[in-house]
C-alpha cells in the first residue's frame, strides 16, 4: 500500500519542509473533498462570562471543510473557520478593486498529519465569497510566500471556486521567498 514517504522516497519521519512541498505540489485530483453535511470534527471552544449577570459558556466554532489526500490519508486539510469569533467588517484597500468589496472574516487552513495539528495559515473569501485569496503578513496582508499562494489555489480548486488567477491578478501581491 502507497504511503507519503514512498511518493516522497522520504527516508524517516516527515518534517514540516516535506509536508509543506507535498502540499504545494500536490493538484486537487491528490484530495477528496468530503462533501457530506455533517461535523468535520475539528472544533475550537473557548469560554466566556458575563460579569454583569454573572452568567458563564463556552463558545463552539469548526472548520465546515475538509479534505483528505488521497495518497496518503494521514494528511488532511480543514478549512473554513474564521480566525476569531468577532463579527466585524475588515477592511482592505485591495479588496476595493471587487464587486463586493468586503471581506467579512480571516479564515483559517489547518493541516494534520496523522491527526495531529501541524501547520495553519490565513486566507480570505473575496468578493462575497465567490473567491480565495492568501493573506500574508505585511502591510494589508500582502506581503505572501509561494506556500501561502500554492495553499491559496489549491483551496480555490478543492472548494471549485474558479477564476483563482482573476481574483489573484487584481490584487498587488508581493511574492517573497
Given amino acids: 500500500m502507497p504511503n507519503i514517504n514512498d511518493h516522497f522516497e522520504i527516508e524517516g519521519p516527515m518534517t514540516l519542509d516535506e509536508l509543506r512541498t507535498l502540499v504545494a505540489d ?11 453535511s455533517g461535523p468535520t470534527y475539528r472544533d475550537r471552544f473557548g469560554p466566556w462570562s458575563s460579569p454583569a449577570d454573572g452568567t458563564l459558556g ?6 465546515v471543510e475538509l479534505a483528505v ?3 496518503d490519508i494521514d494528511l488532511t486539510i480543514a478549512y473554513g473557520m474564521a480566525e476569531d469569533q468577532a463579527d466585524r467588517d475588515l477592511s482592505f484597500a485591495w479588496s476595493d478593486s471587487f464587486p463586493d468589496s468586503k471581506i467579512r472574516e480571516i479564515s483559517l487552513v489547518d493541516f494534520f498529519w496523522r491527526g495531529s495539528l501541524v501547520d495553519r495559515l490565513n486566507y480570505v473569501y473575496v468578493d462575497g465569497g465567490r473567491g480565495i485569496l492568501p493573506l500574508g503578513d505585511g502591510h494589508q496582508g500582502l506581503r505572501i510566500t509561494g506556500y501561502e499562494l500554492a495553499v491559496a489555489r489549491l483551496l480555490s480548486d478543492i472548494g471549485d471556486y474558479g477564476e483563482f488567477e482573476r481574483y489573484y491578478s487584481s490584487v498587488p501581491f508581493e511574492l517573497q521567498d
Fill in 26 to 36: 500536490s493538484t486537487v485530483g491528490d484530495w477528496r473533498r468530503i462533501r457530506k
Fill in 58 to 63: 463556552v463558545d463552539h466554532d469548526s472548520h
Fill in 69 to 71: 489526500y488521497r495518497p
